[in-house]
């Protein structure tokens, strides 16, 4: 069946950290994880909150359709993101349901695949939507973070796992799906 799947993929700490300052809290110290984000996410379709593009400077992501969830998208139809080349939507349903239409355009059947990439307001929206997650579990604490990701026990079902050390930290990428 041509079925896009819906994933989300994140970065924590041991207390679900994944923001601080609207950046990372552990900033650029980990480019093995950003290489695993760049490599899973491109030609796809990605889905993210507006505060989390204007923590890229407000500059899409090459080489993938960029979607930002927005309470006003018609704010932005005359705005910097048209030019961009950037859809705003105005709730994560509507996002992911522009997301399927491209991923079926761009991606043969079977290669389907949607990423929410965040934040942390996003992912609270997306929990019940999302099929798969692609977590990095970062064995640390980040005292000074101010947004977290949500519980995800309910993705139980460990598909992959490896760890990294990378600049003092050590980390885990973790596949998980639902069961
Ligand atoms: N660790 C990681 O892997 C990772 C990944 C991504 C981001 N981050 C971090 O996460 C932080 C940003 O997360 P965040 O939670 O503050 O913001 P966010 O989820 O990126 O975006 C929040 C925005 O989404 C829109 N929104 C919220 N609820 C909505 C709804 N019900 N319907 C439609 N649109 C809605 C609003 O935009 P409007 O105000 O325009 O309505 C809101 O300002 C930053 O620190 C960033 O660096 C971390």
């Known amino acids: 069946m041509n079925k896009p799947i819906v994933s989300m993929i994140v970065a924590v700490g041991e207390n679900r950290e994944m923001g601080a300052n609207n950046d990372l809290p552990w900033g650029r110290a980990l480019p093995t994880d950003m290489n695993r ?19 890229m400077q407000s ?16 704010m932005h139809d005359i705005s910097i993101y048209h030019a961009k080349n950037v859809i705003v939507c105005g709730s994560v349903e509507e996002a992911i349901e522009e997301a399927k239409k491209n991923e079926k355009e761009a991606m043969p059947a079977g290669r389907q695949e949607i990423f ?24 640390a604490k980040f005292p000074d973070a101010d947004v977290f990701f949500p519980d995800y026990s309910e993705f139980k079902k460990e598909v992959y796992r490896e760890k990294v050390s990378e600049n003092g930290y050590n980390y885990e990428f973790v596949d998980l799906e639902r069961s």
């Open 59 to 74: 500059k899409p992501l090459p080489n993938r359709v960029n979607i930002v969830v927005s309470r006003n998208p018609s």
């Open 37 to 55: 984000f760049r490599n899973k996410t491109r030609g796809h379709t990605i889905i993210m909150g507006k505060r989390t593009f204007e923590s």
């Open 116 to 139: 929410i990439i965040g934040g942390g307001k996003i992912f609270e929206l997306s929990m019940l939507l999302a099929d798969k997650l692609y977590l990095t579990l970062i064995h």
